[in-house]
């Protein structure tokens, strides 16, 4: 409570200090007077002003009113026993004193804070400009061979259409339309990351049941790769989670894709769900080649334009991996890719999991 006072406006924490400061020596002089009707122990009620003043002073604006409520309780104990302020000089110095000293420990103490997040937001800040500017990069690097292919081919095809036969003419065909699928693919990705606001990775998130997310994820997959093959385990309770669907399924696509373009093998690729108390877990596993050991620092910043060690752009994961780190960033989850004892898998968490009833 005391931490947000310090974002209000000067007026409202004057209004709000001289609120709880007049709470607090009213609330202290009520007890001391209810007190002495028991006891005449004047030590025992300047503890209890003490421990209000303290309270007092964590949400003074500024000093006066330390002084002032100390000012109060010294009057207030010398007309409660009879004597003169000046006897209760010593104890006015000594509690202005305390009072100070604990309002200047807590306004550093928020100072520093209030640094703290300003470095955390500056470092957010780069993290997003670095992001974005490798972003730029692996787009010139990825749009630079497919469309330089689509165009080549196809001005073989309008310049020596009739002397080539069909099969090669069919080979032409599919050269274009894997680069152009391809530019798709990349499109969609840039259209994906446009959806989230780009200084505070901002989203608009709603309860999802996961199963449906991973199946709209998978029909896509079908529908463009009607070849590959996938092993899907979710478990049976319905799991429902905060999260954009359409860019958790751009995540699912993008790491499903990536398992296909870089394994290298013919087994099927296994996207698991798990449950657990905290968090959803979601894992896409390939049985192939493995990460390279120089790429493992660079798969997410846009920058490793290349899994297999292979001069096709084509082949490259581009801006895919970086648009996942951005998303799940986004939905204040995790991400990481690592190599299990036959192949790599990438693992991303999304938190705020919660239970609904068995499918």
């Given amino acids: 409570m005391f931490r947000k006072l310090r974002t ?18 009213g609330t202290a002089a009520l007890i001391s007077s209810l007190y002495c009707r028991f006891s005449a122990n004047a030590v025992n009620i300047t503890l209890v002003f003490l421990l209000f003043l303290l309270l007092e002073s964590c949400a003074a604006v500024t000093y006066l009113y330390d002084v002032l409520c100390s000012l109060f309780a010294v009057l207030f104990l010398s007309s409660l026993y009879n004597a003169s302020f000046m006897e209760y000089l010593f104890t006015f110095f000594g509690m202005s004193a305390v009072t100070i000293w604990t ?19 500056c470092l957010v800040r780069t993290d997003m400009d670095r992001i974005r500017a490798n972003l730029l990069r692996a787009v010139s690097h ?10 080549g081919n196809s001005l073989i095809l309008l310049e020596n259409g009739s002397n080539l036969d069909s099969d090669e003419k069919n080979r032409i065909l599919s050269y274009i339309h894997e680069d152009s699928s391809w530019l798709s693919n990349m499109t969609e990705n ?19 049941i996961v199963e449906e997310v991973v199946g709209e994820a998978l029909q896509k997959m079908k529908r463009r790769h009607p070849d590959f093959r996938i092993q899907a385990k979710i478990p049976e309770d319905i799991i429902m989670i ?17 398992a296909l373009q870089h394994s290298s093998s013919a087994k099927p690729i296994d996207l698991l769900v798990e449950n657990t108390s905290r968090e959803a877990v979601f894992t896409v596993r390939d049985y192939g080649q493995g ?24 082949k490259g994961n581009g801006i895919g991996l970086a648009v996942c780190k951005t998303i799940i960033d986004a939905h204040h989850g995790s991400i990481i890719g690592r190599n299990h004892d036959h192949g790599a898998e990438f693992i991303f968490t999304l938190p705020g999991k919660e239970r609904g009833g068995a499918a």
Avoid at 247 to 253: G, S
């Fill in 291 to 314: 990460i390279p050991s120089e790429l493992m620092d660079t798969l997410f910043d846009g920058t490793a334009c290349t899994m297999a060690h292979t001069a096709d752009s084509k």
């Fill in 142 to 151: 990825d749009l630079r061979t497919p469309l330089a292919s689509i165009m």
């Fill in 8 to 25: 209000l406006s000067r007026y409202k924490q004057h209004f709000f200090s001289i609120l709880f400061s007049t709470v607090c020596m």
């Fill in 242 to 258: 905060p999260m954009d669907a359409i860019l958790i399924e751009q995540v699912i696509i993008n790491l499903l894709e990536n």
């Fill in 190 to 208: 840039l259209l994906t990351v446009t959806r989230i606001r780009n200084d505070d990775l901002a989203i608009t998130s709603r309860n999802e």
């Fill in 103 to 121: 309002s200047r420990l807590l306004s550093r103490r928020y100072a520093r804070k209030a640094l703290t997040a300003e470095q955390e937001k």
